[in-house]
């Protein structure tokens, strides 16, 4: 049983399974006409210091429906690290909620609130990982292909939080993963690392290359991102002009497979990274994708916060 929700390496395949299956239930039991509030009494602290629709929206309504209670809490009256440390700010928490949800800048803050907080610390994105992400975007290619068994997922973009995230559940749930970005932008070493020898026992392929092009051949699943995320302002004029042969459009869509799906976390950069007529196309489940944020959320939150 873990406290927390950091990263999707921290969980064992059977746990993501027991989580994806418990996001399937959830869902089910919300259409057929609500969930059970089974987090009655409960309050999720909602820590953001970057911008966000998909994610907070979901914490707070997956609260709602489990019968508990969200509460947002914005860069100004936190200050984490600023205006109280970071230790602190999880001791207080500690006393007053029963769950932490937190979007953070670096990394290592959220390994803190972890270390710190006796309550259970979700990762709502940090510069290194998207972990909530990555169980709605296993949701989703779950719907859509009945598993993650040895599906060709390739990743088109910058090796960011959101690659990471999403190659990690590939190796874990043995989906084939295949990244290209350009030179430069490769996702960290460190994060490479985790997966290796997870996919050398699984079988499960892992690919790096630079050429969109041969990246999504085989790919029934493609994915971006957007090249600039959030704390990266300052690069975005140099990165417009290194990622357009990066671009998912109809063109590079046409080149993978018949059945492609094509995938995106939002907010999307249209005509950037995803040109309106694949984000609006047959192919696109973008939109599903952001609404199994709800249902996946629900699980986790299940899991960690009902005790
Ligand atoms: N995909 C995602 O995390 O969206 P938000 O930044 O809007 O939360
Ligand atoms: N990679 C993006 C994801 C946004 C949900 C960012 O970090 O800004």
């Known amino acids: 049983m873990h406290k927390d929700f950091l990263d999707i390496i921290d969980y064992s395949p059977e746990e993501l399974q027991a989580l994806l299956d418990l996001a399937i239930r959830l869902k089910a039991e919300y259409f057929a006409g609500g969930n059970e509030p089974v987090l009655k009494g409960k309050t999720l602290a909602m820590i953001f210091q970057k911008p966000s629709l998909r994610t907070r929206v979901s914490f707070e309504m997956g609260m709602e429906h489990l019968g508990g209670h969200a509460m947002y ?5 936190i200050g984490l690290g600023k205006r109280e440390s970071v230790a602190d700010v999880a001791r207080v928490l500690s006393g007053m909620v029963q769950g932490i949800e937190a979007r953070v800048f670096s990394h290592q803050h959220v390994l803190e609130l ?15 990982s998207h972990p909530c992400q990555a169980m709605a975007d296993a949701l989703t290619i779950t719907e859509e292909f009945g598993t ?4 060709n997922v390739t990743y088109v973009g910058d090796g960011n939080n959101v690659a990471v995230s999403l190659m990690q559940i590939c190796a874990k749930l043995g989906a084939n993963f295949t990244i290209a970005n350009p030179e430069g932008y490769s996702m960290p070493e460190q994060a ?12 499960a392929k892992l690919t790096f290359l630079a050429d969109p092009h041969e990246a999504v051949k085989a790919a029934q699943v493609i994915y971006t991102d957007t090249w600039t995320s959030m704390g990266q302002e300052a690069e975005t004029a140099k990165r417009e002009l290194v990622f ?3 671009q998912v459009n109809a063109q590079l869509v ?23 007529e694949v984000a609006d196309g047959s192919h696109s ?16 939150l299940y899991t960690l916060l009902k005790g």
């Open 148 to 151: 993650l068994k040895g599906v």
């Open 114 to 128: 972890a270390h710190w907080a006796s309550i259970p610390v979700i990762n709502g994105l940090s510069d290194y």
């Open 254 to 276: 046409s080149e993978a497979q018949d059945d492609v799906i094509v995938l995106h976390c939002l907010p999307a950069h249209r005509n950037h990274e995803l040109t309106d």
């Open 192 to 203: 490479i690392e985790t997966v290796r020898p997870i996919t050398a026992e699984s079988g």
């Open 244 to 246: 357009p042969p990066y």
């Open 285 to 300: 489940r973008i939109f599903a994708e952001a609404h199994n944020r709800l249902h996946a959320q629900k699980a986790i």
């Open 73 to 77: 809490l914005s860069p100004d009256e």
